[in-house]
């Protein structure tokens, strides 16, 4: 099983601020990387699929890159909706597995 | 429109059983995975299995194999996750969720949720 480790797991910013979110995983996923969105009490909503594919509807502020086994989720500048929990994904093998979130919050 | 539409919320107790259902419209649902994801509370999320209702082929995450099952009635677009004898530690929310369209494993729509509550 694939694991992912996310890095940090808290991260304190500021409307307007640049978030910078990792993602590793224990062997390599291609670029079979994708990143979720959670706020309280909703459903995840998809960001990002394959590393940098941005999903219907997604704001330009969020990108993602990285390949094999190290990758990255930045938003450009936070607006205040954004401050959720972030979790990247991996499809390469079964089972599907998860990293264990970082929260972005509001500082 | 695509929807995913969980049933409601359960109050049971160890042993009894369970199947919740996710019922998908405004696509073909024979054409796409329908993953299930458990949320502990305060938690992350962990993929339970996925099953692809055109032809019921089933894929279940080592952690839920004999633990749980998975299924699907494709005449009413519905897909079932179901205990035979549930435990305090089933306690959690559950999402289903539908694969995107054009082949891989990433999940685009998902429902608002089912909270199961196991509890003496």
């Known amino acids: 099983e694939i694991v992912l480790t996310q890095s940090p797991a808290t991260l304190s910013l500021s409307p307007g601020e640049r978030a910078t979110l990792s993602c590793r995983a224990s062997q390599s996923v291609s670029s079979y990387l994708a990143w979720y969105q959670q706020k309280p009490g909703q459903a995840p909503r998809l960001l990002i699929y394959?590393?940098?594919n941005r999903a219907t509807g997604i704001p330009a502020r969020f990108s993602g890159s990285g390949s094999g086994t190290d990758f990255t989720l930045t938003i450009s500048s936070l607006e205040p909706e954004d401050f959720a929990v972030y979790y990247c994904?991996?499809?390469?093998?079964?089972?599907?597995?998860f990293g264990q979130g970082t929260r972005l919050e509001i500082k | 429109e695509v929807q995913l539409v969980q049933s409601g919320a359960e109050l049971k107790k160890p042993g009894e059983s369970l199947k919740i259902s996710c019922k998908g419209s405004g696509y073909t649902f024979t054409r796409h995975w329908i993953g299930w994801v458990r949320q502990m509370p305060g938690k992350g999320l962990e993929w339970m299995g996925i099953?692809?209702?055109?032809?019921?082929?089933?894929r279940y995450s080592p952690s839920f194999q004999g633990q749980v099952t998975i299924s699907v009635d494709k005449s009413i677009t519905t897909a079932y996750l179901h205990w035979s004898s549930l435990k305090a530690s089933d306690t959690a929310m559950y999402y289903c969720?539908?694969?995107?369209?054009?082949?891989?494993?990433?999940?685009?729509?998902w429902g608002q949720g089912t909270l199961v509550t196991v509890s003496s």
């Open positions: 969720a539908r694969q995107v369209s054009g082949g891989g494993y990433d999940f685009d729509y």
């Open positions: 099953i692809y209702p055109g032809d019921s082929d089933t």
């Open positions: 394959d590393t940098s």
């Open positions: 994904q991996q499809r390469i093998n079964w089972p599907l597995t």
